[in-house]
């Protein structure tokens, strides 16, 4: 069966110490979408938080080693002062009241699919201890997938199955942010295609992203 998935060209981005997931998603998104912002690298993010917003509560951290508070607003600020520079910021989950109700709407497929492409910038997940992104999505036929991108994890980023993705963070999340692109430089692309059978798409619980890539590659030379 003919599969697609598709992502943006966004390189990998490991965290550089424990509490820089949210920064790392920041650098990644800054460097890869070619932000017109002095901010590129997890350590002037975090900088930048300490010097210039924890400092107004006397709570900075001289060893930058910081955690955002997802509560708070902080984390709206840092997006706007760091990175909307060329986005407008669009909050995915207005109530979160409606607790999974919101979040399996705002997870269909249909939704993803559309929102990725149209603003062409991926999603910011903030969960209640850790940051992520949404970068891709596809389907095998069987199932449907979100690319997850998270800092946290060495061996590379994996499109999970969307129930997968929500059994594993969806009591978490905070709160989704779409950073909606002004113009149109940066674009999602289709990565590879798999021949899926039913039998071996029950068994995979992940695609790693790297492996569609390399399919990708070795489709282009021959």
Not at 153 to 173: M, Q, V
Request: glycine share 4%; net charge negative; aromatic share 12%.
């Amino acid at each position: 069966m003919h599969t697609n998935f598709y992502s943006f060209d966004i390189d990998y981005e490991h965290q550089l110490n424990t509490n820089w997931c949210w920064s790392a998603c920041f650098s990644w998104i800054s460097k890869s979408l070619k932000l017109n912002t002095e901010f590129k690298e997890q350590f002037q993010f975090q900088a930048y938080y300490n010097n210039c917003i924890l400092n107004e509560t006397k709570i900075a951290d001289t060893k930058l080693n910081l955690v955002v508070d997802t509560t708070s607003d902080h984390v709206d600020r840092l997006i706007n002062d760091t990175l909307n520079l060329d986005y407008e910021l669009i909050d995915l989950i207005q109530n979160q009241n409606e607790g999974s109700h919101i979040l399996n709407k705002v997870f269909s497929f249909q939704n993803v699919a559309y929102k990725l492409r149209t603003h062409n910038a991926p999603w910011i997940i903030s969960t209640e201890y850790h940051m992520l992104l949404i970068s891709g999505f596809g389907s095998d036929g069987f199932r449907n997938y979100v690319l997850v991108s998270d800092p946290n994890i060495i061996e590379n980023e994996k499109y999970l199955p969307i129930d997968t993705f929500l059994e594993k963070y969806g009591n978490g999340i905070r709160k989704i942010w779409q950073l909606k692109h002004k113009s149109s430089d940066a674009a999602i692309t289709e990565l590879g295609s798999l021949n899926f059978s039913k039998q071996n798409s029950s068994l995979e619980t992940y695609i790693l992203k790297s492996e569609l890539k390399r399919l990708q590659q070795s489709t282009n030379l021959t």
